[in-house]
């Protein structure tokens, strides 16, 4: 069973950067999707973006341009750079990987990550 941990959540003003890290417990290699989503407090959760093991990449239209999601297998790790933060991409934002690949379908993924927290201030 794959455990994901996200990390590098934070503060920032508006206009921002910040980088999200998901690390996977073992190999995700060719045998996963691994996608970004976002909660915001009151509000359900939201796609971002996901990543195939080719590559292959898709974003929520709120984040294109913006947001970029990356993977780097030789250290099973899940990146998302999120560049011109808004006050509205305030929320936890959640890792989730799955071998089936649901894209940006959430409600299919079976792995799921804690969590980390972003506050962008206008």
């Known amino acids: 069973q794959v455990q994901l941990r996200e990390s590098g959540g934070g503060s920032v003003q508006s206009g921002g950067s910040l980088r999200l890290s998901c690390v996977a417990s073992?190999?995700?290699?060719?045998?996963?999707?691994l996608g970004w989503f976002r909660q915001a407090p009151g509000k359900e959760r939201d796609n971002v973006a996901a990543i195939d093991s080719d590559g292959t990449t898709t974003y929520a239209d709120s984040v294109k341009g913006r947001f970029t999601i990356s993977l780097d297998n030789a250290k099973n790790t899940l990146y998302l750079q999120m560049n011109s933060l808004k006050p509205e991409d305030t929320a936890m934002y959640y890792c989730?990987?799955?071998?089936?690949?649901?894209?940006?379908?959430?409600?299919?993924?079976?792995?799921w990550g804690q969590g980390t927290r972003v506050t962008v201030s206008s």
């Open positions: 073992e190999y995700t290699g060719n045998a996963y999707c």
């Open positions: 989730a990987a799955d071998p089936l690949c649901p894209w940006l379908s959430q409600a299919e993924y079976n792995y």
